[in-house]
């Protein structure tokens, strides 16, 4: 199965399971610890436990391996390898902004190859 593929499942299934502003980075091109990152908002703490656990049960059949995940009372980080799937309240969201430190790790890294 192709990343793309493995991206796709991961936010199709975080769709379904009714998160909110899922959002995909790219980052080959990028100096990070992952190929891609996935980042989705949860309704409540309870939310986000049931997200992941919906993500392991769904993914592991299809060979997903997950390989740690961190947990706290408002976020959830899963690292598949090549792709880690960020899943939080709005609140921790807005207040660790990933999205902006992902867009200027990539703006940064195609500067440098310019």
Do not use: C
């Not at 390898?81 to 990933?98: F, K, T």
Request: charged share 30%; proline share 2%.
């Amino acid at each position: 199965m192709t990343i793309e593929e493995r991206i796709n499942n991961i936010v199709n299934l975080l769709d379904e399971k009714k998160a909110e502003e899922i959002e995909v980075f790219n980052l080959d091109d990028a100096d990070y610890i992952a190929d891609r990152v996935v980042i989705a908002n949860s309704l409540n703490l309870k939310h986000t436990q049931a997200l992941f656990d919906q993500l392991k049960d769904a993914l592991k059949p299809l060979g997903e391996e997950f390989l740690h995940a961190d947990m706290s009372d408002e976020w959830i980080v899963a690292d598949l390898g090549d792709i880690l799937v960020h899943i939080m309240i709005p609140e921790y969201r807005q207040r660790y902004s990933l999205e902006t430190f992902l867009s200027e790790l990539m703006e940064n890294q195609k500067a440098l190859k310019q």
